[in-house]
């Protein structure tokens, strides 16, 4: 069974930092390409930052450069998303996707999904 479990949000003031963990079961990282998005309330899905393992590349939406980064720990089966200077348009329900075949990561049709992580940045 593959399954992946998101933990790590919570409440943080403006300019905090929160790390958010995608534990996976069922598949092994490295064949795999990982997702993580976002939905806040009133606003459609988006994609936040993903990696694809096949061809060793890295994605991140232009909102989010230079302030999160996606990150991969093997021995623990578990991905990160460090998230730094964080401001209030960061509030939303995060989630983390993985899919076995894709090599471009940045699509919406991943074949497995989390149930998702509440960040709220606010003061």
């Known amino acids: 069974q593959v399954q992946l479990v998101e933990s790590g949000g919570g409440l943080v003031q403006p300019g905090g930092s929160l790390r958010l963990s995608c534990a996976v079961s069922?598949?092994?990282?490295?064949?795999?390409?990982i997702g993580w998005f976002r939905q806040a309330p009133g606003k459609e899905r988006e994609g936040v930052s993903c990696?694809?393992?096949?061809?060793?590349?890295?994605y991140y939406d232009p909102s989010v450069k230079g302030r999160f980064t996606i990150s991969e720990d093997n021995d623990k089966n578990t991905v990160y998303l460090q998230m730094n200077s964080l401001k209030p348009e960061d509030t939303a329900v995060y989630y983390c996707?993985?899919?076995?075949?894709?090599?471009?990561?940045?699509?919406?049709?991943?074949?497995?999904w989390g149930q998702g992580t509440q960040v709220t940045v606010s003061s």
């Open positions: 069922g598949f092994t990282l490295d064949d795999y390409a």
């Open positions: 996707a993985a899919d076995p075949h894709l090599e471009n990561c940045r699509t919406y049709d991943y074949d497995y």
């Open positions: 990696v694809s393992n096949r061809v060793n590349s890295t």
